[in-house]
C-alpha cells in the first residue's frame, strides 16, 4: 500500500474521531438544552451525524487493518497483480490501453488507474503476458489481451 494512501486514511480517522469525541457531544448537549428532544430538528441532526461517523470510522479502521496484512513477497513477480502496469490490447477498442493496478482509494480511470477489485482489475490479476482477459462490463464482453506486464517488483528495482 503506498504510504500517502495509509496517511489519507490516518488523517480521516483522526479528524472523525475528534469530531466524535469534542465537536458531536456539544452540539448534542446545546440541542439538548433546547428542550423538547422529539421536536428537536438539532439534536436528531446531531445524532444522525454521530451514527453516520460511528459508521464510517469502523469502515476506515477495517480498511487499515485489511492493509496492514498486504505483503508485498507474496505478490508474484511474474503475473499481474497489486501495484501491476500491464499494456492490453482492447479487441473490442483495436487500441493497446495501460493499466495500472492499485487501490479502491487510488482509482482514477481517466489515468488508468484501475482497482483490483474493478471487473478489469479482476480480469486482469493471475494473468502472464500472452494471456487474454474476458471482462464482463455493462457495455458487454471486452477481451483484454496482456501485451507487457511491469510488475511492483519491477518498478522497485528500477
Not at 472523525?16 to 456539544?26: N, T, V, Y
Not at 464482453?141 to 511491469?150: D, I, P, T, Y
Amino acid at each position: 500500500m503506498t504510504d500517502h494512501i495509509k496517511k489519507q486514511l490516518l488523517e480521516e480517522i483522526h479528524k472523525l474521531e475528534h469530531e466524535l469525541a469534542h465537536e458531536l457531544p456539544a452540539e448534542i448537549k446545546k440541542a439538548v438544552a433546547l428542550g423538547d428532544l422529539s421536536e428537536n430538528a438539532e439534536y436528531h441532526m446531531a445524532k444522525q451525524r454521530q451514527e453516520f461517523v460511528n459508521a464510517r470510522l469502523g469502515q476506515l479502521k477495517k480498511r487499515m487493518a485489511e492493509f496492514s496484512l498486504v505483503n508485498l513477497a507474496n505478490i508474484p513477480k511474474d503475473k499481474v497483480a497489486f501495484g501491476s502496469t500491464v499494456t492490453v490490447f482492447d479487441t473490442s477498442k483495436d487500441d493497446e490501453i495501460v493499466y495500472k493496478l492499485v487501490t479502491s482509494e487510488e482509482s482514477d480511470v481517466a489515468k488508468g488507474l484501475i482497482s483490483t477489485t474493478s471487473p478489469i482489475g479482476r480480469a486482469l490479476i493471475g494473468k502472464q503476458v500472452g494471456d487474454t482477459a474476458t471482462v464482463v462490463t455493462p457495455s458487454g464482453k471486452r477481451e483484454l489481451e496482456v501485451l507487457k506486464l511491469v510488475t511492483i517488483h519491477d518498478e522497485v528495482e528500477a
